[in-house]
């Protein structure tokens, strides 16, 4: 496989501008805390592509790094690409040798049919253009290769809802028809959106998580890293999304002092036919 330049003046790039930046605000907070609240599901994806040696494997929005790691100890020859420099430069210090690219989910830098398995775990639906985004997934993978599309699972059945929820008055209004956090949560939306790229769905399948924190400071902090919520600190102030998530964790307080929230992810496996 080979890296090539990005084309840094396109729409798609612009967008991975604004998506870098504020994925990249709280970048050491989201490495330390949060990010391994994910960690059962990055297995639970490893072990249904039979990631292992040899396997070529592409993070199409690596954050940094936790994932990559993973496929990197089951013996996979691992590549990523991530919007924010800031999550990079972390994933650079967990994985010196691996190929990592600053860039646009919509114009990847890499050849066709590199890879064997391309992963994007609650990536591609923050592309401008999803569609374009699994397009070049597609166009990176060969014939046969595995496609990987992590989204939250349904908003109905899991408590990390109501953190969800919390931001959304934190937040500016959202564009006209812009979809919502769990718009690809809804049956047949992953399908759908998989198939306008040409990929071919072959299962859909849950991860239940528990994140989990020791105290309110260190889930503020946690909850806090994402880009969505440095969004929210922005428009309304630091002080407003701590006391917003303060409320939200508050049914989930354990005796010790610490919280224990479940989450669900919902993942789409497809495939590249020949």
Known sequence: MSVTETNAKTPAARSGEANGRIWGLRATDWANIQEAQCAPAYHAV???ARAGSGTRLLDAGCGAGMAMSFAAELGADVSG?????????VARKRLPDAPLAHGDLEALPFEDHSFDVVTGFNAFQFAADPTRALQEAHRATRPGGKVFVMTWGAPETMEATALIA????LLPPAPPHANGPFALSEPGRLEDLAASAGLT???VFD???LWTYPD??????GLGSSGVAAKAAENNGQDALDAAHAVALAPFRQKDGGYRIGATFRVLMTEVKA
């Open 46 to 48: 490893l072990d249904k």
């Open 81 to 89: 690409i991530d919007a924010s420099e800031a999550l990079l430069d």
């Open 166 to 169: 919390a931001l959304k008055p």
């Open 201 to 203: 769905p072959l299962e």
């Open 207 to 209: 991860v239940d998580t």
């Open 216 to 221: 309110l400071a260190t889930a503020q902090k």
